[in-house]
């Protein structure tokens, strides 16, 4: 059963840094692209930030780029965002999500740009 | 940037059709998929590739493409449909880039 399980959530003061981890089990880490997808209260859905399998493709939206960095430990199979110079906006519920793949006609693995399963999401308010 | 755009909401009766369309410029080249979410739930993944339907999901949920727009379509819906539902897609442009539409919420009245 594949588990998406995140941590590190919580009250932070606007500026500071918080670090946000995700444990995934169930199934073969290191196969698939993981991304973090947000949700403000109240409010719809924002991707957040994405990880193709080997760390070689990365991408952030605009609104937290250059705060925010994704890595992962495909050793640890954990997914993390660092998060410095937080702002209000950045409140939200943080969801880490898995990504499939699959083969083309050529053979070729290939990224599934969606998201087959989610974790319950980690809270993050940013408040003085 | 690259936007999807939904209708805010969408209400219908039971057994009756409900359809919520998402337009986005970059939709002819990109695959759409769809998310359900319940309060206080994680999304779920209802369509994928425009119109392929995950096991385990009911099969009055389909979805379809048309040129920049496409359509999530719920035939005889119940009131356990009641959700709000998010569509998505990849931005076309070869960055590395996800992008949500802002939601509809389905009412079943």
């Known amino acids: 059963e594949v588990q998406l399980v995140e941590s590190g959530g919580g009250l932070v003061q606007p500026g500071r840094s918080l670090r946000l981890s995700c444990a995934a089990s169930?199934?073969?880490?290191?196969?698939?692209?993981m991304h973090w997808v947000r949700q403000a209260p109240g409010k719809g859905l924002e991707w957040v930030s994405g990880?193709?399998?080997?760390?070689?493709?990365?991408g952030y939206a605009d609104s937290v780029k250059g705060r925010f960095t994704i890595s992962r430990d495909n050793a640890k199979n954990s997914l993390y965002l660092q998060m410095n110079s937080l702002r209000a906006e950045d409140t939200a519920l943080y969801y880490c999500?898995?990504?499939?793949?699959?083969?083309?006609?050529?053979?070729?693995?290939?990224?599934?740009?969606?998201?087959?399963?989610w974790g319950q999401g980690t809270l993050v308010t940013v408040s003085s | 940037s690259y936007e999807l755009t939904q209708p805010p909401s969408v209400s219908v009766s039971p057994g009756q059709t409900a359809r919520i369309t998402c337009s986005g410029d970059?939709?002819?080249?990109?695959?759409a998929y769809w998310y359900q979410q319940k309060p206080g739930q994680a999304p779920v993944l209802v369509i994928y590739?425009?119109?392929e339907r995950p096991s385990g999901i009911p099969e009055r949920f389909s979805g379809s493409s048309s040129g920049t727009t496409v359509t999530l379509t719920i035939s005889g819906v119940q009131a356990e449909d009641e959700a709000d539902y998010y569509c998505q897609s990849a931005d076309s442009s070869g960055t590395y880039r996800v992008v949500f539409g802002g939601g509809t919420k389905l009412t079943v009245l």
């Open positions: 590739k425009d119109s």
């Open positions: 990880i193709s399998w080997n760390s070689g493709s990365i």
């Open positions: 970059a939709l002819p080249k990109q695959y």
């Open positions: 169930g199934f073969t880490f290191d196969d698939y692209a």
């Open positions: 999500a898995k990504a499939p793949y699959y083969y083309d006609s050529s053979g070729y693995y290939r990224e599934g740009y969606y998201f087959d399963y």
